[in-house]
């Protein structure tokens, strides 16, 4: 016999955490599905930004959702704290990007300002801080570095706090969390679908495919679409030292406790989370190029994890045609898009229907042939 | 709290926290610190507990301190040397170049 639910959320990251968590505040029956600690899990790699400075270029609707969540981001570390106890350490300042050549300075100039006068676009503003300007902002700045862009909306958390918040929440909202239920088989059987999970079946009368990488296998059969690949990121964590950095910035940010992190990088390299040595000379090369008195710091960890990326780098969010109850959500944004998620998102799962407005990110986009 | 066996050695002259101080040649930094009667060599980063050396042998990270001006040394893996100065330290260390590491 299955256990029925309302709702099956598949897959315990922090995409599925922060649906199941607005699920169960609206009253929904959910049971969140999670693998065990073996798993591809980018929640658990993840640098920790909520950042909004140069997303949605070529998708407009994406930067809007973006600034949405950034902004529903007080409210759900609010309501985390009240239900759990947990202070999932968010910080709003407002957000750098470093650049280290004239060159890197013009093109952010010349991205950003194509982002925000792109039609539909809700337009912020951003600031263009010269090297004395910045100096001014970040004491201790390396003598290569030319100036930065400076949005007030970026801002980030404790990465891993927030996961274990919205667990905490849902949990205690009567949400039923079930680790060690990887999800093999989704079929629709009498009017509901039944999830075979672990070593039983849930039931539930909607489904919401949140399994990052695994989305792209447990899809299909129900009509959804996710053409996601897995991307290397890796992380270098030091020593904590006293806090000073006032603003976190793409590349490296300070968290409360004063453990520096450096991040941000980017290669294709398959299902690999081994570590390439060669990347973290890069990003420590960089780092020290624009705080050269990291210099002597000790580096306590270094780690690769694996970001969900779709073809175009923006979200998916889908509803089945075929298999109506059924939604697919994948991005690789899921501690800034975790708000949005909470509070936008699962109102419109529960309503059954994503809207209009959401249309635009469709798999649909994606479907198109590639010219020979 | 600690005492010596009466092992006669060589002695190493150094300074805990400015004030001299005759270690034993040999000794590690902890053991100095213990001889010299310093239990607590150190605070933590987030909540200002006292820490001290426990497991004198490199993996409890507690022995913390600042080896002749480099900050976050463990003081059970290095032997003292003449005229070393041992630091006890307060909080996070602080990075170099940074406002608060303009000395």
Request: with cysteine; glycine share 12%.
């Amino acid at each position: 016999m299955a256990r029925e639910f309302d709702v099956a959320v598949v897959g315990g990251g922090l995409v599925g955490g922060a649906i199941a968590y607005g699920l169960a505040r609206l009253g929904r029956r959910t049971a969140l599905l999670d693998e065990g600690d073996i798993a591809y899990r980018a929640s658990r790699g993840n640098f920790g930004l909520v950042w909004v400075q140069g997303k949605g270029l070529g998708l407009a609707p994406y930067g809007n959702w973006t600034q949405r969540a950034a902004r529903l981001a007080p409210e759900l570390a609010r309501s985390l704290l009240q239900e759990t106890g947990i202070d999932v350490s968010l910080e709003q300042p407002g957000g750098l990007h470093v650049c280290l050549s004239e060159a890197e300075m013009d093109s952010r100039v010349a991205t950003l300002t194509r982002l925000v006068e792109q039609p539909g676009f809700e337009r912020y503003a951003f600031e263009v801080l010269d090297r004395a300007a910045l100096a001014a902002r970040l004491p201790g700045i390396g003598p290569g570095v030319v100036g930065a862009t400076y949005c007030a909306l970026d801002g980030h958390v404790n990465p891993l706090r927030l996961l274990r918040a919205l667990h905490a929440a849902f949990v205690k909202l009567g949400g039923e969390y079930l680790p060690l239920h990887k999800a093999q088989r989704i079929e629709r059987r009498n009017g509901r679908f039944v999830v075979s999970a672990g070593t039983g079946e849930i039931g539930a009368a909607q489904v919401v495919l949140t399994a990052g990488l695994g989305n792209a296998v447990l899809g299909p059969p129900l009509g959804l679409r996710a053409m996601v690949r897995p991307q290397r990121g890796q992380v270098i964590v030091l020593e904590r030292v006293r806090r000073f950095l006032a603003y976190p910035m793409a590349t490296i940010r300070q968290t409360d406790e004063g453990t520096v992190l450096i991040g941000d990088s980017q290669d294709e390299s398959g299902f690999n989370e081994s570590l390439s040595t060669s990347i973290s000379a890069t990003q420590a090369e960089r780092a020290l190029r624009i705080f050269p008195g990291l210099r002597d710091a000790r580096v306590n960890r270094t780690w690769a994890a694996l970001r969900v990326m779709s073809p175009d780098g923006f979200p998916i969010y889908e509803q089945s045609a075929s298999h109506p109850g059924a939604f697919l959500v994948t991005c690789h944004s899921g501690v800034t898009l975790a708000g949005a998620h909470a509070f936008d998102l699962a109102p419109r799962i529960v309503a059954g229907e994503l809207g209009a407005d959401m249309k635009p990110f469709s798999a649909e986009r994606l479907n198109v042939q590639k010219a020979a | 709290m600690f005492r010596r066996l009466p092992d006669g050695q060589a002695t190493v002259p150094v300074t805990i926290d400015g004030r001299p101080f005759t270690a034993r040649a040999g000794d590690s930094v902890a053991a100095t610190l213990f001889a010299a009667g310093v239990s607590a060599c150190r605070t933590t980063p987030v909540s200002g507990a006292a820490r001290g050396p426990f497991c004198m042998m490199g993996v409890c990270f507690d022995c913390l301190v600042t080896i002749d001006g480099r900050p976050n040394q463990q003081g059970c893996l290095v032997a003292v040397a003449d005229g070393m100065r041992i630091e006890r330290q307060s909080g996070a260390r602080i990075a170099a170049d940074t406002p608060l590491g303009q000395s």
